[in-house]
């Protein structure tokens, strides 16, 4: 079991960047693979990207590709989301999870995060 506790979301205008962060309580941060996903109202909740327990490889949705950039702090026990120019589409609830189980870094993620607002401006 571990809890998941995102930050950094607000509202950015369109071109601009945010970073987000998302701390696991957990003392086994490196048995985690870790990821991002995102909801916007009406729509799936979408996968944003991925990142190994080792964090040397990192796996991203197609059309994010170039302008995210997921990262994690063993020390910190932080993944991070770093996200460049924005665009009004990217605006979504954007959420951390987890999992244990591998290799696909694309889940079955087990555990989530309650999410943090991405509102992206024009």
């Known amino acids: 079991q571990v809890q998941l506790v995102e930050s950094g979301g607000g509202l950015v205008q369109a071109g601009g960047s945010l970073e987000l962060s998302c701390t696991a309580s957990t003392r086994t941060f490196s048995n985690y693979i870790m990821g991002w996903y995102r909801q916007a109202p009406g729509k799936e909740r979408e996968f944003v990207a991925g990142i190994t327990r080792s964090g040397g490889y990192r796996h991203y949705a197609d059309s994010l590709k170039g302008r995210f950039t997921i990262s994690r702090d063993t020390a910190k026990n932080t993944v991070y989301l770093q996200m460049s120019s924005l665009k009004p589409s990217d605006s979504a609830v954007y959420y951390c999870?987890?999992?244990?189980?591998?290799?696909?870094?694309?889940?079955?993620?087990?555990?989530w995060g309650q999410g943090t607002q991405v509102t992206v401006s024009s």
């Open positions: 999870a987890a999992t244990t189980t591998g290799p696909n870094l694309r889940g079955p993620f087990d555990y």
